[in-house]
């Protein structure tokens, strides 16, 4: 599909679940940044991409992920989205 459709953005984040899905956690941030660098707008790449640092134990570069996520969910007025980034934030920001 993203050989017909190479800048579909939801494609790429299904590409980065299945990735993780298959413990591939490399390829899934990869795919991930490179879904943000093409449309840094898709939020739900922000979350995703924050957890996938958590579980690798990069809590720097999680904070700094859904930081960002939190001031785009603001801008696009997504009070649900930033609600949960703000709480991944807080969580891991506990410990």
């Known amino acids: 599909m993203l050989k017909t459709d190479p800048k579909d953005s939801f494609l ?9 899905k298959e413990g591939k956690s490399e390829k899934a941030i990869d795919t991930i940044e ?15 991409l924050g957890q996938l640092y958590e579980a690798k134990d990069n809590l720097k570069k999680a904070r700094h992920i ?30």
């Open 34 to 48: 490179e879904l943000m660098s093409d449309d840094p707008d898709y939020l739900g790449a922000y979350y995703k």
């Open 66 to 95: 859904y930081k960002v996520g939190i001031k785009l969910a603001d801008q696009q007025k997504d009070n649900k989205a930033k609600g949960e980034l703000e709480e991944a934030l807080w969580l891991i920001e506990e410990e």
């Open 12 to 20: 790429y984040y299904a590409l980065a679940l299945e990735y993780e």
